[in-house]
């Protein structure tokens, strides 16, 4: 991953950051990398997840997922965490893969049973995965989905794979039913997980090289260094905060690929979850080029002087000739192909925010492959971690999460919770038709 700042400068942008601050900044980059490499070094909670392209073993996973290996589809049961990594990574990479990947976290009735009725379930791999192992929406689906497979005749407990932590309810039911199951490492937080057993198992059954993920995010991980010119990930992690800093609180992510719009869901709950707390973080949005150019863009030229727009370049892909028409006005696109037609559009919407004075920030790819991702995933996780330090808050905690969990658990009768109380306390201000 290579990262461009030039347009966060500024001399070019309001808010901008000058050189001279970068430079300032650069010290406080050198403190915060001494920490992440202490806390590597110490396994401990969080910072153990930046060991993971050395840690996480592929042919475990590989052996894991052979049973179901050639399936059809695969039905991964997960949330957050437990979901955006491997959806990120199969999303990616459908183009390579036969085996249709569906991810089921939300629990909206109508659309799980949509996803399930199309499915040829007696060829559907079931990927279960939550690392504590008792997320409601995470077990109410999977429950869904073996009855499902038991309705259909299909036995759900040859083709289920289980990742959950040491211990816990999904833990038991694997035991019990004897299923293959790989851990949550140690130490690891699920939002940071991707590059683990919770994000590759859904590639290795969708036939994706594991090896190339984890080499693509061992090279990121060489060029952590204690400064910010030397680092793709803390070059970006350290202007994305000097500019919230100075009034850009929110973060619009905008790859311009189709096959990287799960990748901005992905960094949403990373760069929301992790840095939002004590009053302090930087709002995530999700957006996409070239289509939210036509619904989003008026807003991040013109609006508020409030945004960063992080671009993702995707580097090569495979490209279709525009055809030719007789149309004179037209003419020009016949000599162009679609994806040059793209590329003209991401550098126009780039210019044009810098020449409206707008900070934004290229994350450029050399293609969207299994080196290329792993080297992005682990790139922001890794600038994630540093603007954690930066801010000054626990980067690997969301207790704010917590709270409605419980309520929820109250509301269904799953244990006496007074925030299940608080739903009844709402203030009512009704206007009815
Ligand atoms: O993996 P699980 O324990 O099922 O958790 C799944 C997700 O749910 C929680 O609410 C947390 O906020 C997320 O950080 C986590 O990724």
Known sequence: MHVDIGNALASEVSPGVSRAALERLDDQVADAHERIERGMANAEHGYEALNLPERTDP????????????????????????????????????????????????????WVSNHLEGLPLEETAINVVSRSGTTAET???????????????????????????????????????????????????GRFSALSAVGMVAAAVCGHDLEALLAGAAAERETLTGSLFDCPAYAYGATAYALDQRGAGINAMVPYAESLETFAEWFAQLWAESLGKDDLGQTPVRALGVTDQHSQLQLYRAGPRDKLVTFVSPGET?????????VEDLAYLGD?????????????????????GRPNVRLEL??????????????????????????????FEQPAVEWAKKATRGLLGGGDFEEADAVAEKTELRVER
């Open 59 to 110: 042919d475990e996973i590989s052996a894991a997922v052979e049973p179901v290996a050639d399936s059809e589809a695969l039905i991964t049961v997960g949330i957050g965490g437990s979901a955006l990594g491997a959806a990120t990574i199969t999303d990616a990479l459908a183009a390579e893969s036969d085996t249709e990947a569906v991810y089921l976290d939300n629990v909206d009735p109508e």
């Open 139 to 189: 077990l109410a689906n999977f429950l869904v989905v073996r009855d499902a497979f038991e309705s259909a005749g299909v036995d759900w407990t040859e083709r289920t794979i289980v990742t959950t932590g040491e211990s816990g309810p999904l833990r038991d039911l694997a035991n019990r039913h004897d299923l293959p199951s790989l851990k949550v490492p140690d130490g690891v937080p």
């Open 318 to 326: 495979d490209d279709r000739p525009i055809p030719d028409t007789d």
């Open 336 to 356: 162009a192909t679609l994806g040059e037609l793209l590329e003209a559009e991401f550098e126009a919407t780039e210019a044009s925010l810098a020449a409206a």
């Open 366 to 395: 050399e293609a969207v492959d299994e080196y290329e991702l792993g080297g992005l995933l682990y790139g922001m996780e890794a600038a994630c971690v540093l603007a954690g330090e930066l801010y000054g808050v626990n980067t």
